[in-house]
């Protein structure tokens, strides 16, 4: 039964334009969403996170957008460049509990 | 050290024997994570430890995996008599505990593989 979904396992993006990738949930009783970034032997790093009880975070180039009637949330890179390829895992946290629940991952090729 | 340790890096073993994969988490973190990364796949929960309490077991795919971890130092990963579905990427993360943000800092992980 998987929570968390990210449908697209794959995503090439020309450097300079915007990466959109996207997740999404079942568990409505989630209230805490983050993303991390993987790359290649290395461990997944924490970049940005969003609370239920907010739509939208912002930190430099990265934002992510909350759509909780929809159980949807994306992750926009603007402008992408050729340092954000890698694998990119949203999360979800139940409240009250300090376990994550991760989805499956895409794979953000940026194109010089 | 500044982060969390995994070792070994890499591990080939044979169908059936036992493995164990060390964990060492970052000074000062009481919580401590096990996730595994199949080929393909996003990351597994296996288990989690916080503090003294009891660890959330919830993740352990059957009873050949077991984890300890002796107050808020190092774990261990065992998996006993493997088999081929096991090979994955195992990761261990590690959280101060207090003040949880959901940021976990992640090992580079163990590679298992078992022919």
């Known amino acids: 039964d998987q929570q968390v979904k990210q449908n697209s396992p794959s995503l090439s993006v020309q450097e300079g334009r915007i990466s959109i990738l996207n997740c999404d949930y079942t568990n409505s009783m989630f209230d805490y969403f983050l993303w991390y970034k993987k790359y290649p032997a290395e461990g997944p790093t924490f970049l940005i996170s969003i609370s239920s009880i907010k739509d939208k975070n912002e930190d430099g180039r990265f934002t992510v957008f909350l759509n909780k009637s929809a159980k949807h949330l994306s992750l926009h890179i603007v402008p992408s460049q050729p340092g954000d390829s890698a694998v990119y895992f949203c999360?979800?946290?139940?409240?009250?509990?300090?376990?994550?629940?991760f989805g499956t991952g895409t794979r953000l090729t940026i194109i010089p | 050290g500044a982060g969390v340790s995994q070792s070994p890096s890499n591990k080939v073993t044979e169908k059936g024997k036992d493995v164990e994969l060390r964990c060492d988490p970052i000074?000062?973190?009481?919580?401590l994570y096990w996730y595994r990364q199949r080929l393909g796949q996003g990351l597994e929960f296996l288990i989690y430890f916080q503090g003294n309490s009891a660890p959330d077991k919830s993740g352990l795919p059957s009873d050949r995996f077991s984890a300890e971890r002796t107050g808020e130092s190092v774990s261990t990963l065992t998996i006993q008599r493997t088999q081929q579905e096991d090979s994955a990427v195992y990761l261990c993360a590690s959280s101060p505990g207090t003040g949880f943000t959901g940021e976990l800092f992640f090992g580079e992980g163990s590679r298992l593989t078992v022919l």
């Open positions: 999360a979800a946290i139940l409240g009250g509990n300090e376990k994550l629940t």
């Open positions: 000074s000062g973190h009481t919580a």
